[in-house]
């Protein structure tokens, strides 16, 4: 099988926190025959979308890293049903809404993620999760067959979904959303990226949250009250404008962005008593 295979990608181009390093091998993959044989041939396989919730781990133990080409399908519409592939950037996805005049998703726009990985992550802000929009999705099983999951079969929960459980590669979903006009979902979409720019860093080098709020509290809060909003580490900073949230400031490396992670839960477990559990993916061999 003649993969694409790209050697030595800088991490930089392949996440939002910009990382300094390289992978050794990146694949991309353009067709399910592709995808087939990659589940049929490599043990171990990490799927990345956009990378805005990864850390990518240059010293990771998978056997592939790979890529789905966002020609893999092309988008369909019925009704107020959106279907799209996993690659689907939210920048595409609001053009859809806008062409198609459905509302539902803008409470996304902004936000540098594949529709792949939001359903894996079960992406949600305000209130609302991507998993209230989901009818079913297409999925790939570590066998290579394609199956319909439904909704509940996913069992989606705060960030979490048994996408990686059952390690499913998902190849797109469809979503119900709601009939709207054009200029009505125009206005939505820009009052989301203004609420978005007011209150994350939106324009810096970042991968999202850092941790899950835990039962109790905002994650931000406890990295407030431990008195590390705005602390620097090296040449990685604990957002001003959103404590739960790292800005790479210059080049930094993944064993930085690990240090500074593992910092914050020390200090927070020193003060508060409470783990903070990462949201961010870190690529440890589970
Ligand atoms: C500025 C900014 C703002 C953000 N705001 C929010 C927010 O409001 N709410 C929120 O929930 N998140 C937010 N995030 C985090 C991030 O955008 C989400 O977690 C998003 O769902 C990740 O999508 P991605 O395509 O970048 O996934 P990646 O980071 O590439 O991957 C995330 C996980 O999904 C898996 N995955 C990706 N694609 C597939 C696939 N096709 N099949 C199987 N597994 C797959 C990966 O293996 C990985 O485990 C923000 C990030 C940034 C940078």
Redesign the pocket.
């Known amino acids: 099988m003649n993969l694409e295979k790209t050697l030595n990608p800088a991490l930089s181009n392949l996440?939002?926190?910009k990382l300094s390093g390289q992978l050794n091998e990146l694949i991309t993959i353009h067709s399910l025959e592709e995808l087939r044989y990659i589940r049929q041939h490599y043990a171990s396989i990490?799927?990345?979308?956009?990378?805005?919730?990864?850390l990518i781990n240059p010293n990771h133990h998978y056997d592939a890293i790979i890529k789905?080409s966002p020609k893999l399908l092309e988008p369909r519409v019925s009704n107020q049903y959106l279907t799209v592939s996993?690659?689907t950037s939210v920048n595409k996805l609001m053009t859809l809404c806008k062409q198609y005049e459905l509302s539902g998703l803008e409470?996304?726009a902004?936000?540098?993620?594949?529709?792949?990985?939001?359903?894996?992550?079960?992406?949600?802000?305000?209130g609302k999760e991507i998993s209230q929009l989901i009818t079913d999705i297409m999925?790939m099983t570590p066998s290579g067959e394609i199956q319909r999951i439904s909704n509940s079969e996913c069992q989606f929960s705060y960030?979490s979904s048994t996408?990686?459980k059952e390690d499913?590669?998902?190849?797109s979903c469809t979503l119900k959303l709601t009939k709207s006009r054009k200029a009505l979902v125009e206005k939505e979409i820009k009052d989301a990226i203004t609420q978005?720019l007011q209150k994350?860093?939106?324009r810096e080098a970042?991968?999202?949250?850092i941790f899950k709020n835990p039962k109790t509290k905002y994650a931000a809060e406890l990295i407030e009250s431990a008195g590390l909003k705005g602390k620097q580490f090296d040449n990685i900073t604990v957002s001003s404008k959103h404590a739960n949230?790292l800005e790479n400031t210059n080049n930094a490396s993944y064993a930085n962005a690990i240090n500074a992670i593992q910092t914050i839960q020390k200090e927070v477990s020193k003060q508060n008593n409470i783990h903070l559990e990462p949201?961010?993916?870190l690529m440890i061999a589970t």
């Open positions: 996440c939002s926190f990490f799927v990345l979308g956009k990378g805005s919730n990864t789905l996993a690659s409470f996304c902004g936000v540098p993620a594949s529709i792949g990985g939001m359903v894996t992550m079960n992406f949600g802000c305000w999925v960030r996408i990686k499913w590669i998902v190849l978005r994350q860093p939106l970042t991968f999202g949250s949230f949201e961010v993916d």
